[in-house]
């Protein structure tokens, strides 16, 4: 059993583009509590955090940026050719991530924990883990998606991948091997067949959330008795939220069945309906511990603050059970310019620079298009790694 008295712990490990942050995103849709623990490494030498003066007293002053934080590629340069430097830089961190992972999983109401870790082999995590799983997708692909995602040349691609202890290292290690090389519907069969067989008392996907509040005035006469109602969309549900997607966007968003189904390694979605009907949707996403809702629609005819009452309010209750410190909404359109209803909700306009707290910057940043509104709400106070 894991070092956690209660949880199932599974470490989640591959090398870079390999997959597995889709993989983790995937056990989270099943269910599972998830970490990464190199984004919470990340965190550990922002500004203020913990590890931030022992990295510049270690590395110098010269990786300060103009905002007073470390500027990550200038470490990541630095330690990616010193083997002695990343050693020095793992010292640091390492213990911080440790402390912050521990403080994550002891408060996670979940039974199945994922931790994500690049070096979960290499480090004592590993023996803190139930079960072993390895991302794995050939170097080929690999080098693909870091030219065509990240806009590496193909030397630095190949660079990035042999500077990693070798992937077939990993393979021979792992409990479950989840190959990363065909479609997002093959990856997802994998994943849930891994978990039912993997998970103590999995039985397939967790079962769908369902609120219900009283009809709203806007709704027309022919929607009878009439309720809003949410819920978790799943792949299953992958045709019908490209077509509602589609319909609600008038055509701006055309997605189809599998540029959902593409999308749920990246982020979750939360369905209105009404009457049996579909009439709105939430994309969004937790992720470093920041909710983005980045896909809002709704149909024309309802009243949209009660509609945006109950959607919202989901997301927040879901990022919750995912420890979610900070809610990041960008609307679009008209919901763009509802002031007064976001305001009832708790949300006030932002930019990135506003928002304090570099994890939030990061997140804002990230996902942020030119014209964009960001609202914000903070939704914990309880930080981890925050400043001491």
């Known amino acids: 059993m894991s070092n956690w008295h209660g949880k199932f712990v599974i470490g989640l490990t591959g090398n870079i583009a390999t997959g597995k942050s ?41 990786l300060i940026n103009k905002d007073g934080e470390i500027d990550r590629a200038k470490l990541g340069n630095l330690v990616f050719s010193d083997s002695e430097a990343m050693n020095e830089l793992e010292t640091i961190v390492h213990p911080l991530v440790k402390q912050a992972t521990d403080m994550l999983i002891q408060r996670a109401s979940q039974k199945v924990v994922v931790i994500e870790a690049i070096k979960l082999l290499e480090s004592d995590l590993r023996k803190a883990c139930d079960s072993v799983w390895v991302a794995n997708a050939p170097e080929e692909l690999q080098s693909q998606r870091l030219v065509s995602k990240r806009g590496f040349s193909h030397d630095r691609a190949l660079e990035m991948i042999h500077a990693q202890s070798a992937q077939s290292s990993k393979v021979a290690l792992a409990n479950i091997v989840v190959t990363n090389a065909g479609s997002f519907e093959d990856l997802w069969l994998q994943v849930t067949e891994a978990w039912k067989k993997t998970v103590p008392g999995a039985g397939g996907e967790t079962t769908e959330t369902s609120i219900t509040i009283p009809k709203p005035d806007a709704a027309p006469a022919s929607s009878g008795a009439g309720e809003f109602t949410v819920k978790r969309g799943k792949p299953k549900s992958s045709a019908a939220i490209a077509e509602s997607i589609t319909r609600l966007s008038k055509g701006k968003r055309k997605m189809s069945a599998d540029d959902v189904m593409a999308s749920f390694g990246d982020k979750a979605y939360m369905l209105l309906n009404l009457d049996g009907k579909m009439v709105g949707l939430a994309g969004w996403q937790v992720e470093n ?55 009832q909700l708790g949300y006030e306009k932002q930019t990135p620079e506003t928002l304090g707290v570099q994890a939030w910057q990061d ?9 964009d509104i960001l609202l914000f709400k903070q939704l914990r106070q309880d930080r981890v790694l925050r400043p001491i």
Do not use: C
């Open 289 to 343: 511990l920041v909710t983005r809702t980045t896909d809002i629609f709704l149909e024309e005819h309802i009243n949209p603050q009660k509609a945006l009452d109950i959607l919202i309010k989901e997301v927040e209750r879901a990022s919750g059970e995912l420890q979610s410190e900070a809610s990041l909404i960008f609307p679009i359109g008209e919901l763009a310019q509802q002031n007064a209803l976001w305001k």
């Open 22 to 62: 889709v993989v983790r995103r995937m056990l989270e849709h099943l269910g599972a509590y998830t970490i990464d623990a190199d984004a919470l490494t990340h965190r550990a030498y922002a500004k203020g955090a913990p590890g931030y003066q022992p990295v510049i007293d270690k590395f110098g002053k010269w």
């Open 363 to 371: 997140a804002a940043n990230e996902a942020m298009s030119s014209g």
